[in-house]
T-cell receptor, first 112, second 112 residues
């Protein structure tokens, strides 16, 4: 079956623009996670959904970051008024409840 | 998360076994040990996980010491495609999102 997919794979935004990053989890996976990975570092947790409920958003770095999963499947991570420090790879992962997480290929965001 | 400590880098000759150590001396009795790897420009890939018994799958073996304070991931016959950063993770079971905390990992280089 298909794995986790993310789009776009690459995004270049001018500082101040809004961006939306999409994640399609593995079908049937209840849990969905977003991570941010800076160059040369490990992924860092941003937020977690169980079905459509956002149960943990403690990792979101500012109120410019917003995530949603309205129907409990596809999720979107939105970043408003992008800043240069937002440049990173954004990873999405899904899992069957409290089990191993399966990651997508990530979206590389470059803010110029 | 139980803090994990891994060597920053290791080399391994192609065809030989790669043994990647991880210390997790503060692990609790109900916390699992997970291993992931991240090949350049890809999302992290689940390898294996275990609680107290040794585990083996088609990718690797996981050896956990009896006191559970350390573990070793074994790739029995390393290939050039196993060159990656390997992460040892001990998620908090009480964490609602079971978010994984990725440290810097071990950068494994498989040499021809």
């Amino acid at each position: 079956g298909a794995g986790v997919s993310q789009s776009p794979r690459y995004k270049v935004a001018k500082r101040g623009q809004d961006v939306a990053l999409r994640c399609d989890p593995i079908s049937g996976h209840v849990s969905l996670f977003w991570y941010q990975q800076a160059l040369g570092q490990g992924p860092e947790f941003l937020t977690y959904f169980q079905n459509e409920a956002q149960l943990d958003k403690s990792g979101l770095p500012s109120d410019r970051f917003f995530a949603e999963r309205p129907e409990g499947s596809v999720s979107t991570l939105k970043i408003q008024r992008t800043q240069q420090e937002d440049s990173a790879v954004y990873l999405c992962a899904s899992s069957l409840g409290r089990a191993e997480q399966y990651f997508g290929p990530g979206t590389r965001l470059t803010v110029t | 998360d139980a803090k994990t400590t891994q060597p920053p880098s290791m080399d391994c000759a192609e065809g030989r076994a790669a043994n990647l150590p991880c210390n997790h001396s503060t692990i609790s009795g109900n916390e699992y040990v997970y291993w992931y790897r991240q090949i350049h420009s890809q999302g992290p890939q689940y390898i294996i996980h275990g609680l107290k018994n040794n585990e083996t799958n088609e990718m690797a073996s996981l050896i956990i010491t009896e006191d559970r304070k350390s573990s070793t991931l074994i790739l029995p016959h390393a290939t050039l495609r196993d060159t990656a950063v390997y992460y040892c993770i001990v998620p908090r079971p009480e964490n609602y999102g079971q978010n994984f905390v990725f440290g810097p990992g071990t950068r494994l280089s498989v040499l021809p």
